[in-house]
């Protein structure tokens, strides 16, 4: 099969990372006989630095153009201020919002999953997570507090900033049954998270799910607020399957629950939408702490690769090849410095860990 991917390595540690899933996707590539085609483009601080904005539309158009993108990260500093110096539009995280809209990406899929061999590296007590921890948070992705109106300006004297949270109804039910589409296929439940005892937006919200889960009986239903999930993840994480939420509630509960698998740096994601055309990448950022230092953990981008491969190329086969890859390579007592322990055989770069999972592919 020949393939066309699009490759945006971002800022700080992206670069390094999608360098490595590149690496691995070769090795599928020869193995399985298949053709990927790269083309790179610019997005971020990167972006910004060579066109003044951190997406152009011509990039925009080459995403458009390709089968998958696959991403590293954008972040950091613009120039020699920081974002929230900046405006909005001409931050780095913006061409990530730009992207998800143009591309029409509303649903963000992470699955989060704590490996055996990492039990060490996870913060919570071993007999809370003894009945393993394997869900998957279905975040509203282009909706919400991030694509609000906002306003800052001068009353009485003094500034003043607001920021508008909406949903309609359409947004809230294509989310809602994407969730329940992947509850099926899993442990058949979905907790929707919401803030409905405050918000009007969160009424609405398990008003449309509980209409849309009349169409999956087989799937149970749960509600919960978000400030209470926020305190099962840690103390029984293992009753989640599928937890869907709007676009905030999200962001922060799945930084939550990449804590309770080892480290931020294992955590993939997917950004869907109503096509084949997705974008890929890892949970975490730029990380501009350990850029250039062959310090990151590189495995969020490569599950990030597989879910690519699962999702828009519907090569599964591949996809289950990079896990088993992955599962190998930890098996065998080998971490980046995020997820090591005591116990680790041996503490490896970025490059080398990238190099075992290609080699056992
Ligand atoms: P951004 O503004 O791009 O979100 P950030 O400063 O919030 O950047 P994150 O990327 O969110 O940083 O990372 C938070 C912390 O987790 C940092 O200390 C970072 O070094 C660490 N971290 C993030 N990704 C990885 C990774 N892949 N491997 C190891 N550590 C990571
Ligand atoms: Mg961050």
């Given at each position: 099969m020949e393939c066309k991917?699009?490759?945006?390595?971002?800022?700080?540690?992206?670069?390094?990372?999608?360098?490595?899933?590149?690496?691995v996707l070769n090795k599928v590539a020869d193995k399985f006989g298949?053709?990927?085609?790269?083309?790179?483009?610019?997005?971020?601080?990167?972006?910004?630095?060579?066109?003044?904005?951190?997406?152009?539309?011509?990039?925009?158009?080459?995403?458009?153009?390709?089968?998958?993108?696959?991403?590293?990260a954008v972040g950091g500093n613009v120039g020699n201020s920081r974002w929230y110096d900046v405006a909005p539009n001409l931050r780095p995280e913006a061409g990530l919002l730009k992207i998800r809209k143009d591309l029409g990406l509303f649903a963000n899929l992470r699955p989060a999953y704590l490996y055996n061999e990492l039990k060490k590296a996870c913060p919570l007590k071993e007999e809370i997570t003894k009945d393993g921890f394997d869900m998957i948070i279905v975040r509203e992705l282009t909706g919400g507090l991030y694509f609000g109106e906002r306003e800052t300006k001068t009353v009485n004297g003094m500034l003043e900033a607001r920021d508008t949270l909406t949903y309609n109804e359409e947004e809230i039910r294509r989310i809602a049954i994407k969730a329940f589409e992947i509850a099926r296929k899993r442990k058949k439940k979905v907790t929707s998270v919401d803030k409905a005892n405050v918000l009007d937006s969160s009424r609405l919200w398990r008003k449309v799910v509980a209409e849309v889960s009349k169409d999956y009986e087989d799937v149970a239903l749960e509600n919960m607020l978000v400030d209470n999930c926020a305190m099962q993840l840690v103390m029984n994480p293992g009753q989640f399957d599928v937890i869907l939420t709007e676009n905030m509630f999200g962001d922060i509960l799945s930084d939550e629950a990449s804590m309770i698998t080892g480290s931020i740096g294992m955590l993939s994601s997917a950004?869907?939408?109503?096509?084949?055309?997705?974008l890929y990448e890892p949970s975490h950022g730029s990380a501009p702490d350990i850029a250039g230092q062959n310090k990151a953990n590189p495995i969020a981008t490569i599950l990030s690769a597989a879910m690519m491969l699962k999702f828009s190329?519907?090569?599964?086969?591949?996809?289950?090849?990079?896990?088993?890859?992955?599962?190998?390579?930890?098996?065998e007592g080998y971490r980046t410095v995020d997820i090591a322990s005591n116990e680790t055989k041996e503490v490896v770069g970025t490059d080398k860990m990238g190099d075992l999972i290609a080699a056992n592919i």
């Open positions: 991917i699009t490759l945006i390595p971002g800022d700080g540690i992206g670069p390094e990372i999608v360098g490595e899933a590149v690496k298949h053709t990927f085609n790269y083309t790179k483009i610019l997005m971020g601080g990167c972006s910004i630095d060579e066109y003044g904005v951190p997406l152009t539309d011509e990039a925009v158009d080459i995403c458009k153009a390709s089968d998958a993108v696959l991403l590293g950004s869907l939408g109503k096509t084949k055309l997705g190329l519907d090569l599964d086969k591949e996809a289950n090849a990079i896990e088993e890859a992955v599962a190998k390579v930890l098996s």
